[in-house]
Nanobody, 125 residues
Framework: QVQLVESGGGLVQPGGSLTLSCAAT????????LGWFRQAPGKDREYVGA????????YYADSVKGRFTIARDSAKNAMSLQMNSLKAEDTAVYYC??????????????????WGPGTQVTVSS
């Protein structure tokens, strides 16, 4: 059974950058689609973007398009989320998730059976 764990969260100033990683253990990610989600205090969990593992295609929510980049690291069996030009409203717990999903299902958290525990990102001066 594939298990996911996020890392790389922390405190960063507005305008700064941070890179998160989602590492998988217990199996290969071949055939999976992986998503990044985030949840700010008092808000619902929000879709950030996704990656199709096999063809490396990436997809982004409008709120992060042009600032965030998702990539595959096959050697580490991991997915990264590079976040640039960070804003206070990017403050949230960031989660990665995985499943064998069709493309239209990517933005919806209920379609992902596998989740990591999350990592906190705080954007503040």
């Amino acid at each position: 059974q594939v298990q996911l764990v996020e890392s790389g969260g922390g405190l960063v100033q507005p305008g700064g950058s941070l890179t998160l990683s989602c590492a998988a253990t217990g199996g290969t990610l071949s055939g999976y689609r992986l998503g990044w989600f985030r949840q700010a205090p008092g808000k619902d969990r929000e879709y950030v973007g996704a990656l199709s593992w096999n063809d490396r295609r990436t997809y982004y929510a409008d709120s992060v398009k042009g600032r965030f980049t998702i990539a595959r690291d096959s050697a580490k069996n991991a997915m990264s989320l590079q976040m640039n030009s960070l804003k206070a409203e990017d403050t949230a717990v960031y989660y990665c998730a995985a499943g064998r999903l069709i493309l239209s299902s990517l933005p919806y958290e209920a379609n992902y059976p596998l989740w990591g525990p999350g990592t906190q990102v705080t954007v503040s001066s």
